[in-house]
């Protein structure tokens, strides 16, 4: 029997992204539910198989032309599909693969980290095509990432593996980070890290500069550095030089081929490569030097992607 | 026919360490052969086919009882046992598997790079038994590393990975790291590194301490530790902090169950946790806190140990 189909599922805090594909990839149709985190998420697993069912009958599948459920959770993910935590779906520990398989009738269920599989989507249909050893770094409200090795995603031994948002990079730092730590990647990297970065810089000195009249975020300080603005353009290096010497350790560590740069602030674009790579190419072990940064092409649709691969992998 | 023996050859610059186990990891014979490196280390590879021949005859072994030799190279060595460069052999890039067993008459070689074929000995049959993903780390002239997940040596994409010693953990370096960076890990948790900050504590005052009278070094160091030196604790301070966070930073990359501290300095025992843990537990992600710390236990033997696991994998 021919496997024609893979359903992808992301679920966030919110809204479960959904989507059915074909065994090459590409996307039949594409559709979210709403997240009900209510009862300590009870109601999410079912929702989802609910979900899957509905599109099957209103696409006339049959359960043997589908090869899988992929789902990707915020939250550790050990390499048995077990969930050790997802906070903001009210979910503590238990068998992802073995309660959604029960409530889809035997159906091959595999689940991961949401950072890790959309660094696979991102391998798979993204900016990371052709390679397979990959770093993908999520430049958002936080800092995520995800780190794929020959191919697969590298989930480390408790499911923590490529937290690279909270890798220390700062001893002199005041404010805590979220995680409850000090001078974490996060508090630089982020879209919230660069905007305080700014708020910082404002403060420090009277400086003219366009930031001091509007918003300030991750988007605005980028504009602002295209527009040749000094201040922000100093906001920009600073931003650079911790995620710059943060990924050079990590590539002298993980010695991957490419770094794809999604979330967020990518939508930056190029921009970002500027103040990246003079601290990476300064600190970086020399023999990883070389190693290849790309933007992240998939935007949100990383995780539906990722989590269909892992089903076909 | 069975396989009951194996050999792991584990070469250095001026020695190289050989092993016959059998396929439980004993050790049946343990010897040396001088590391000849003039003409490029022409005569390397046929000098260890000689003498796995010479002790197989010997033994009274035949090649069909043989299930390989598995061989460390001080380089890079990626994951299809192609050497890309061993300065301290003369080596430049060639197939290592092929040639040696060619010189082997067909026999099954298995090449890595020798700190992570010494993590997967550790692992084996050291202070890493029982674990499945484990960074070994190498405290001796420089500092090296070995990353084992789920088992297996993760190479990195250009078989750089864990050359954890140069990793970036200090901006205001002056003095230049081997590499031609400024700043590396290597260049405080070596034994010239702690030699190094010993010698800079003693210069930058006039205090007492048991190591203004006589050699400084990795040793003396933490000796004067364990008798209550004051200078000295000041100088294992900075050792375990550097090193601390550092290894915090690839906690929260990797994800492993257990770091194994072995090379030189790790001679100096325990003490050494007492500096390492407090700036790990400061600064690593929560969620990787209980990494577990052990001391290497195989020394010397551990590259010809995880040379000879490299072939029975």
Known sequence: ?????????????????????????????????????????????????ESIQAK?????????EVAGVGVGV????????????????GWGQFDLKKELTGLLHGMRVEGGNDANVAALGEMWKGGGQGYQNLVAVTLGTGVGGGIIINGEIMTGSTGAGGEIGHIHVEDHETESCGCGNFGCLEEYASATGITRLANRALQASDRDSVLRNGEVSAKTVFDAVKAGDELAIEVARKFGEYLGKGLGVIAGIINPEIFVIGGGVSKAGEVLFDYIKPPFEKTVFQGCKDTVFALATLGNDAGIYGAAKMVLD
């Open 1 to 49: 029997m021919m496997t024609n189909y893979v359903f992808g599922v992301d679920v966030g805090g919110t809204t479960v992204k959904m989507g059915l594909f074909d065994a090459d990839g590409n996307v039949i149709d594409k559709w979210e539910i709403p997240t009900r985190t209510e009862d300590g998420g009870k109601k999410i697993l079912p929702d989802i198989a």
């Open 56 to 64: 099957m009958e209103e696409k006339k599948i049959a359960a043997e």
């Open 74 to 89: 915020p939250g550790p993910v050990d390499g048995n599909g077990i969930v050790h935590k997802a906070v903001n779906l």
